[in-house]
């Protein structure tokens, strides 16, 4: 098909826009265009953005020229950016020789169109002609260096008597450079200083992972940045871009040139990072009636909690926790600059078969803007950032990994302790202070990740081991477990009754004959509550939820104190909580207020909250031999109670020792003494476990295997 001409002359065009600039009205009579304009001049800019739809709606007469902008944009920006100069000129006058103005000026300016008709999806760009002006969105994985572009190339004579200068216009990326003077046949030579760069850069837009349909791989296309707008974006940023379809030559066989094969990109005309988060989801007025329908139900809390993963049976708590982390607490910029994250990590640890795969998949499902990985196929680089090598120019690129992409979202990553030691190291940064530093390769940057984290991890020795700490029984450092605020353990144990529900549930589900595997509130509909409570709800603390949290915390720092077997005498005391804990308490009720779309955070979210923090503190941080709670195993990896146990244990063999004749003692008197001590009858293994780690780190021997004794020296 052949296209038809554009309409008008490029003067006659530029005469049309610079009408439009000075005379186009909102609603409310104002001059929109003329004041951005002088705005503009103000701040020292050269692009002026302009809403399709006004052009169009300007008079009939420019509904033509609007229509024409897709099928001609480059014809079109021309004209405009033409038009715009003028203006300029004309505002300015003689300023333009005044200093400040004259480099200002000296430029190229750009008019910049957006919202425009042609919107499409990254699958489906390769349904438009080339050279069409489209509209996608994404999120930006990729950013180049800045390079400078040759626009305009100038030779100059290398004969002094001569001085001939060739000025060349680089069009679609080619020219050709003279072979020699025309007038005395002399060389050529490149004038750098005379020759007209722009500043270019490449980035690559990817489908964002809520546009992702199920089983499909990313679609992704690359874009060019030219002159002002090349410092725009940074990886993770989501993005809706207006920019004329280009194609260019995938690669060159060798030794014959440009092969058949070709790719299309994005020459980016406007670019802007909506401030909406999830722009995504449309949200009509209708939803929100149902919405706000949905929150003012009694029973609200237990209808979202049973429509996480209605599949899998039981785990109410477990699912309570993914709950609240789906709507996350608020973020808090303190009055010293430092900044309090208000997004809720969870890590569930627990026996194989327990459905913890199934709730992360479904939390990523119902999440506005959530993300799936597992641990055992990521690396440091694929979760936080990569610097990798941009073969088109050769220099290295910045490029975004899992936690940058769900910025403002939801991680889910499985197998967790499946990962490398270095992998796992790299996300500290990303789950406590919200953001991912890169050094590498001349690259110094700081990308947003402001993530809540869901990861799941199986016990070492296979099942959970109750009778150890809980960081012998995960692959996991504590600096990384501490940053969780809260950490479940699933526990797979026989019981009749329980089975019996289980096995009830999974088979009439199956059969299709089960109404509880239905989620009460559709997975859409819920998804849109999360995303506008998110945007729209920033609780804040209630006195009275502020005294209760207080009140509970001050209660467990006083509970970890463990007594002789008399009750009497204290023979140590430990850390029930620490001000991690607080936060999370904090976090968690901030979450549970914005579920109910309260704007004030009440007594009963802080006894929730609490709850929580009991059952996570009940099953990670309980020693189950003293019977008292104790975080140090959670926070620092050393139990406090295991190490006092044993300077006890110790205290008492170097005391039999002395008071010994011949230097040894039984080793049933020791474990009989100690266990009374330690009030442990009946776990006399724990005094065992005791003597052979003592015996391991070289304090003790075994002469004979009924005697103990000091290591001499």
């Known amino acids: 098909m052949v296209e038809r001409a554009p309409l008008l002359s490029p003067d006659e065009l530029a005469e049309k826009y610079k009408e439009f600039i000075r005379f186009y009205v909102d609603e409310d009579g104002e001059p929109i265009y003329s004041n951005a304009l002088a705005q503009m001049i103000e701040d020292q800019r050269r692009s002026l953005e302009v809403n399709w739809v006004h052009l169009y709606n300007f008079n009939p007469e420019f509904r033509d020229i609007a229509e024409d902008i897709i099928v001609h944009p480059t014809f079109h920006l021309e004209a405009a950016s033409k038009a715009l100069k003028e203006l300029v000129s004309e505002l300015l006058g003689d300023l333009v020789r005044e200093e400040k103005f004259r480099i200002y000026s000296e430029g190229d300016f750009h008019l910049r169109f957006y919202n425009v008709p042609t919107k499409t999806s990254l699958r489906d760009v390769t349904k438009f002609s080339i050279g069409r002006l489209v509209e996608i969105e994404g999120i930006i994985t990729r950013v180049s260096d800045i390079y400078d572009k040759l626009e305009k190339a100038v030779y100059v004579c290398t004969n002094p008597m001569c001085g001939r200068v060739e000025e060349i216009e680089v069009i679609g990326g080619r020219f ?69 379809i280009r194609i260019k030559p995938a690669r060159r066989d060798e030794g014959r040139g440009q092969g058949p094969i070709y790719k299309r990109y994005l020459e980016v005309v ?62 808090k910029i303190l009055a010293d600059g430092s900044k309090v994250r208000g997004e809720i990590n969870i890590l569930m640890v627990g026996d194989p078969g327990v459905a913890k795969s199934q709730l992360l998949k479904y939390a990523a499902q119902l999440a506005p803007r959530g993300l799936y990985t597992t641990g055992k196929g990521s ?22 990994g899992a936690l940058v992409l769900a910025d403002r979202g939801v991680a889910c990553i499985d197998e967790f302790d499946k990962m490398n030691e270095d992998d796992r190291r790299s996300i500290h940064e990303a789950m406590e202070q919200q953001t991912i530093s890169i050094a590498k390769a001349g690259i110094v940057a700081t990308l947003n990740a402001r993530t809540t984290i869901i990861a799941a991890a199986n016990p070492k020795k296979g099942r959970y081991d109750d009778y150890v700490s809980i960081t012998e029984n995960i692959n ?34 199956r059969m299709g004959r089960n109404p509880e595997a239905k989620p009460p509130i559709d997975p859409t509909l819920l998804k849109k509550y999360i995303a506008y409570a998110k945007q729209n709800i920033d609780p804040t ?75 996570m503190l009940e099953g990670a941080a309980h020693d189950v031999v003293s019977g ?32 010994s004749e011949d230097g040894t003692v039984d080793r049933d008197v020791v474990v009989r003494l100690a266990a009374e001590k330690l009030n442990l009858r009946g776990k006399e293994y724990v005094i065992e476990d005791i003597l052979k780690k003592l015996n391991e780190d070289g304090l003790i021997i075994f002469p004979k295997l009924d005697k103990i004794s000091l290591l001499e020296g």
């Open 176 to 244: 050709r450079p003279p072979d020699k003077c025309p007038d005395c046949g002399a060389p050529m030579r490149f004038d750098h200083e005379l020759s007209e760069f722009v500043r270019w850069r490449t980035i690559r837009i990817q489908e964002r992972p809520e546009d992702l349909p199920p089983g499909m791989m990313p679609e992704h296309i690359d874009g060019v940045l030219l002159d002002d707008i090349v410092d725009e974006v940074k990886p993770g940023d989501r993005v809706k871009i207006t920019g004329i």
């Open 476 to 509: 996991l450092p504590p600096t990384i477990l501490s940053r969780f605020d809260l950490v479940f353990i699933m526990k797979d144990r026989p019981s009749p009754q329980a089975d019996s529900m289980v096995a009830e549930h999974i088979l009439i589900t």
């Open 379 to 400: 690396t440091a680089a694929g979760l936080t950032a990569a610097v990798v090598r941009d073969s088109a120019t050769g220099g290295w690129t910045l490029e975004a």
């Open 270 to 331: 406007h670019v802007e990072v909506p401030n909406r988060i999830y722009e995504k989801l449309e949200i009509t007025p209708e939803d929100e009636e149902e919405i706000w329908r949905l929150a003012e139900r009694e029973d609200l809390e237990d209808l979202i909690v049973k429509s996480i993963a209605p599949s899998v049976f039981g785990w109410v708590e477990v699912k309570r926790a993914i709950a609240y982390a789906l709507f996350g607490g608020s973020t």
């Open 541 to 615: 603390l209630t006195d009275e939820a502020a005294r209760r949290i207080k009140e509970f915390y001050v209660e467990m720092r006083k509970k970890g104190i463990a007594r002789d077997e008399e009750g009497g005498d204290i023979l140590f005391e430990t850390i029930a909580i620490t001000p991690r804990q607080l936060e999370a308490l904090i976090r968690l009720s901030e979450a549970r207020a914005r579920m109910h779309l309260r704007k004030e955070v009440t007594a009963e979210d802080a006894e929730m909250a609490i709850k929580l923090v009991n059952i």
């Open 628 to 659: 008292i709670r104790d975080i140090t195993g959670l926070m620092t990896g050393v139990s406090y109670t295991m190490v006092k146990r044993r300077e006890i244990v110790y205290s008492l063999i170097k005391q039999l020792v002395e008071e």
